[in-house]
Each structure stands twice: as C-alpha cells, then as structure tokens.
C-alpha cells in the first residue's frame, strides 16, 4: 500500500531528489574532511600560512567542481527545479547557513590552531574535559547540526555522518593530545566512510537514472 | 436496467469534485509542481514516475484547461521544457484539497 503524503513529505522527496540523490554531496563532504583530516601533516610541511592557502584554494576547486558535476551529470539525468521560496524557507536556510559557517570555523579553529585559542580551566571537571573543551563543543556542534539537517531533510544517513565526524574529531585530538599521532587518523577514517558512501551512491544513481532520449 | 439517479446533491458529495485534478498522475504532477517555482521535463517525469508519452499527454491536458504553463526554451542547443503551476492551478489544487476533505471528513462521521 502506498504511502500517505503530505506536502511537506512532497517538499522533502524534492529536496532528497535534487541535493542528496546523487551522492556528489556526500562526496564533497568527504573529501573535505579528508583534507582537514591530513592537515596536520600538510602543515609541518608547508607551514601554517601557505597550508592555509592550499586548503582554502582546494576546497574552492571541491565545491566548483561539485557544482560542475551537478550540472553535466545529475542535471541531465534527473532535470531541474527552482525552488519556491517561503519567508519561513528562507529564514530556514539563513540560519543553516549561518550554522554550517559557525561550526565549520570552530572546527577550523580546534584542528588548525588550538593552541592558540585561549583555553579555560575548568576546576571542577576531570582534567581531560579541560584539554578536550574546545573539541567537545565542536563535536556536540557538528552532531546537532547533522541531526538538524537529517530532522529537516529526513536524509537519515546525515545522523551518521554528524555521529563520524563529531566523534572522528574528538577521537583525532585526543589522540593528539594524548598517544603522539601526527596527523587525525579518526577523522580520516570518519572521512574515508562518507567518501565511500557517496561514491556508491553515485553508481546507483547512474544505474538508476540513466539519460532520457528523447525531449518533448 | 440502470440505478435510480441522485435526486439530492448530498447523495453525489463527489460530484463538485474537478475530474482533471482527480486524476493520480495529474494529481502528482499538480502536487510536485506546487512545491516548486518550476521544474523541467526531467525532473517531472522522475518524481511522477511516469514515461515521456504519458506525462506529456497529461501536461497537454493540463495546459488546456490553463492549470499549468508551459515554456519551451533551448538549453545548451538542447530542447527543454519548463512547467509551472499557474495560479488558476495552484487554486485548482486548494479547492480539490478542500472537497476532499470535506468529503471525508463527512464519511467518517
């Protein structure tokens, strides 16, 4: 028996359809926390300023690329649509905007230069919460805003993905802190996963929807 | 020999009920389009599951009664087909909402 639909659930297939679909995404994400996975590394080779500029310049070749990709192989296979926009939608994408950018910079600041950010201490807790801090509300961060993201898409792997990198990241300073490795081994790891996620997903979209032939 | 006819419009609750929009497949074309601005042939034919005849034949007819606009441009020197819910549409799919669940709502009690 079919499902009951509503136009919110209509709104999400659209949403599903045009953005999660075809796993290019998933991709992006990925790749981008690969390369903030193997910073550390990068970092002690180039140094801290032109390792920056080589992050910065291959996230912008990522998200072009992804772009690109989007237009010449999901374009064709699945169409197009322009959203409508709402007051409440746009006042929705405003605040994810400004939730993706927050947390993507505390995760900038925690992995790229914590010992520069000014670090609390915080008595009463046990001594690893004081080194972790930072991390600790990064993580809690990326987990809420995943699941926010999952909640409102209802794309239900993105509870999984804020889960792998929360935890990839409190994993990867720890292990920092505390054994001596020189790169995030864990969000490498968390990273590899989602790269691997996306690119079946990319298959199966291929498989599934195959070029029309013909236009009306 | 055939049934009696309704004497009463309470006996027909159906019978106000637009038979275009009725329709499932046009009913999802009408319900996809009205979550979008606009979408293309594609995209349309994707989400409705439907095959390049059958949702042209249905935009055809709900272009006729003016529930749909219909724009056909070139993309990268490719034919393509924009669709958009027309206003008379979008209140089309207000009111078949409305008879339906009066309707309902009448048969549940």
């Given at each position: 028996m079919a499902q009951p639909i509503t136009s919110t659930e209509v709104q999400r297939r659209v949403l599903r359809l045009l953005n999660y679909e075809d796993g290019l995404w998933d991709m992006t994400l990925g790749v981008m926390f690969l390369l903030l996975g193997i910073y550390p590394v990068t970092r002690r080779l180039l140094g801290p300023a032109l390792n920056l500029l080589l992050f910065l310049a291959l996230l912008a070749i990522l998200v072009a690329g992804q772009l690109?990709?989007?237009?010449?192989?999901?374009?064709p296979r699945i169409g197009m649509a322009k959203p409508r926009r709402t007051p409440a939608k746009t006042a929705l994408l405003a605040i994810t905007v400004v939730l993706v950018l927050a947390t993507f910079g505390l995760v900038l600041a925690t992995l790229l230069s914590p010992q520069s950010i000014p670090e609390p201490r915080w008595t009463h807790l046990p001594e690893w919460v004081g080194d972790l801090d930072v991390d600790i509300l990064a993580?809690?961060?990326?987990?809420?805003?995943f699941s926010l993201m999952a909640y409102l898409s209802g794309v239900l792997r993105l509870y999984l993905y804020g889960w792998l990198i929360g935890l990839g990241n409190l994993a990867s300073t720890a292990l920092t802190l505390y054994a001596g490795y020189a790169f995030n081994l864990p969000l490498v790891i968390a990273a590899g996963i989602i790269l691997l996620i996306g690119l079946s997903l990319l298959i199966r979209f291929l498989k599934k929807y195959p070029i029309p032939t013909a236009e009306v | 020999?055939?049934?009696?006819?309704?004497?009463?419009?309470a006996d027909r609750p159906l019978a106000d009920v637009d038979r275009v929009v009725h329709e499932p497949a046009r009913l999802t074309i009408l319900m996809y389009?009205?979550?979008v601005e606009s979408?293309?042939?594609v995209f349309l034919m994707r989400v409705a599951g439907l095959t390049w005849g059958n949702l042209s034949s249905h935009?055809?007819?709900l272009e006729e009664v003016g529930y749909v606009e219909i724009e056909k441009t070139f993309l990268r020197k490719k034919p393509h087909t924009v669709i958009q819910l027309s206003k008379r549409g979008r209140r089309a799919l207000r009111d078949y909402r409305q008879t339906m669940q009066?309707?309902?709502?009448?048969l549940g009690h």
């Amino acid at each position: 028996m079919a499902q009951p639909i509503t136009s919110t659930e209509v709104q999400r297939r659209v949403l599903r359809l045009l953005n999660y679909e075809d796993g290019l995404w998933d991709m992006t994400l990925g790749v981008m926390f690969l390369l903030l996975g193997i910073y550390p590394v990068t970092r002690r080779l180039l140094g801290p300023a032109l390792n920056l500029l080589l992050f910065l310049a291959l996230l912008a070749i990522l998200v072009a690329g992804q772009l690109y990709a989007r237009r010449v192989v999901s374009a064709p296979r699945i169409g197009m649509a322009k959203p409508r926009r709402t007051p409440a939608k746009t006042a929705l994408l405003a605040i994810t905007v400004v939730l993706v950018l927050a947390t993507f910079g505390l995760v900038l600041a925690t992995l790229l230069s914590p010992q520069s950010i000014p670090e609390p201490r915080w008595t009463h807790l046990p001594e690893w919460v004081g080194d972790l801090d930072v991390d600790i509300l990064a993580s809690l961060a990326i987990i809420g805003l995943f699941s926010l993201m999952a909640y409102l898409s209802g794309v239900l792997r993105l509870y999984l993905y804020g889960w792998l990198i929360g935890l990839g990241n409190l994993a990867s300073t720890a292990l920092t802190l505390y054994a001596g490795y020189a790169f995030n081994l864990p969000l490498v790891i968390a990273a590899g996963i989602i790269l691997l996620i996306g690119l079946s997903l990319l298959i199966r979209f291929l498989k599934k929807y195959p070029i029309p032939t013909a236009e009306v | 020999m055939r049934p009696p006819e309704p004497k009463d419009e309470a006996d027909r609750p159906l019978a106000d009920v637009d038979r275009v929009v009725h329709e499932p497949a046009r009913l999802t074309i009408l319900m996809y389009l009205s979550s979008v601005e606009s979408a293309d042939f594609v995209f349309l034919m994707r989400v409705a599951g439907l095959t390049w005849g059958n949702l042209s034949s249905h935009l055809s007819k709900l272009e006729e009664v003016g529930y749909v606009e219909i724009e056909k441009t070139f993309l990268r020197k490719k034919p393509h087909t924009v669709i958009q819910l027309s206003k008379r549409g979008r209140r089309a799919l207000r009111d078949y909402r409305q008879t339906m669940q009066r309707t309902l709502d009448q048969l549940g009690h």
